[in-house]
């Protein structure tokens, strides 16, 4: 299983004029390297991924609704996270697993703030995301072991009860040890995921803050 780990690098404001939006508006341009999680769906049409991760899938889930309403939470401004989204846009550079983040705003320090905020958004989101995954299906591997361990011990109970020349006694032996194997994988299956949740999903970390450029 792969710890999750994500790294935001955050990049420069720009300052930039755009018809119909007042005389200025702010960039703020950044990125977010991602990395397979262990949980992480298939590749997308497109076939532009990074081994297990659909970043196609990703750019979406940036702009997406559930990490809008993260960022909101954080920013506490009164817009809708549909609003927030409408400034993000995502772009993938070629032959990475980075998504490049810009947020347009009317100000630098809320284009740097937005910015800041929807990265946060996004690798708590992720966290979130892959770390449910790994619950639920470590809840399923042992509800499916506590099945297999009571039918050992019906089975060996059974099997004790038998004369060893008996065809019942080689019957239950065989059954026997279909259990235990069973057993065993399935808690071969289950370290790695226990193992994964003890330590936490790591979403990364933001090693550069945004910098700001006054405009013209």
């Known amino acids: ?12 404001l720009l300052a930039v004029d755009v018809p119909g939006l007042g005389p200025k508006t702010y960039v703020a341009t950044g990125g977010v390297q991602v990395l397979p999680t262990g949980v992480d769906s298939a590749s997308g049409a497109s076939g532009r991924v990074g081994g297990e991760i659909d ?3 990703e750019v979406e889930l940036l702009k997406s609704v559930d990490v809008a309403s993260r960022a909101k939470a954080l920013l506490k401004v009164p817009d809708s996270p549909r609003e927030l989204a409408t400034h993000v846009t995502v772009e993938v550079p070629p032959d990475t697993w980075v998504l490049k983040i810009s947020y347009r705003a009317p100000t630098p320090e809320d284009a740097q703030r937005s910015a800041q905020a929807f990265a946060q958004a996004y690798l708590d989101n992720r966290a979130a995301v892959a770390t449910a995954k790994l619950k639920t299906s470590a809840a399923a591997l042992r509800a499916q072991i506590a099945v297999a361990t009571r039918q050992l011990q019906q089975v060996t109970g059974q099997k004790a009860a038998l004369p060893e020349t008996s065809p019942e006694w080689a019957k239950a032996d065989a059954q026997e040890n279909v259990l235990i194997n069973r057993i065993s994988q399935l808690s071969g299956d289950l370290s790695p995921i226990e193992a994964a949740l003890a330590a936490k999903v790591v979403p990364g970390h933001v090693i550069n803050r945004p910098k700001l450029l006054s405009g013209d």
């Open 1 to 12: 299983w792969w710890v999750l780990a994500l790294a935001a690098v955050v990049g420069l």
């Open 55 to 57: 970043l196609d899938a």
